[in-house]
């Protein structure tokens, strides 16, 4: 079994089929889509040029997620990516993206540690189940992609997440909220 702190080497044949090399199998996007939703990093690579082809296909996978209709990327984000490529130099976007990414991620370790740490509740039964939830729906938020269509929850196995629809939508506005504060923030900087 690799090191899962190791990224997942995929190769690329000329076919262009992708070859999972610790599994040694095919495997598709979307396949590679729910390894990165796991928390696993992949890298992926032409087997004949030895090329990393990883950010061509990471960009294909959330292009077919949005093309389904599961839009993550307000167009106004979209436009600022855009724009970014015009900027000498690249600008400031990435280094803004990835911190902002960055920020989320310690964000949520942060509270899932204080939600079972300060949490009275977690000492009644069935909390740890409601905890994996959450942990599930903050994944499936800071990996863009959501629950999959369908009624599928957060693990993907058919059943309705325990949390009300509402709370998810008032955290996802908060969240837009947030983002669009900073785009502000980022314009005015230029």
């Known amino acids: 079994m690799a090191d899962k702190d190791e990224p997942l080497l995929i190769k690329r044949y000329a076919s262009r089929r992708l070859y999972n090399t610790e599994t040694s199998d095919y495997v598709t996007l979307e396949d590679i889509a729910g390894f990165i939703r796991a ?13 990393d082809l990883t950010r061509q296909y990471l960009l294909q996978i959330i292009a077919e997620h949005e093309s389904r209709g599961e839009n993550v990327l307000p167009v106004d984000v979209l436009n600022d990516l855009v724009r970014s490529y015009m900027v000498p130099g690249g600008g400031l976007m990435p280094q803004f993206l990835q911190q902002s990414f960055e920020m989320l991620r310690e964000s949520q370790t942060k509270m899932m540690e204080n939600m079972s740490a300060m949490n009275p509740m977690a000492r009644m039964p069935g909390f740890e189940a409601l905890q994996s939830q959450q942990e599930a729906f903050l994944k499936a938020m800071a990996s863009g992609f959501g629950a999959r ?7 993907g196995d058919g059943e309705k997440s325990a949390a009300p629809d509402s709370g998810k939508s008032e955290d996802l506005d908060a969240i837009k909220k947030q983002l669009s504060e900073l785009q502000d923030k980022l314009s005015r900087m230029k």
Do not use: C, M, S, Y
Not at 149 to 155: C, L, R, S, T, V
């Open 39 to 51: 928390g696993r990093e992949v890298q992926i690579v032409d087997l004949k040029t030895g090329d």
């Open 149 to 155: 269509k369908g009624g599928a929850g957060p693990a």
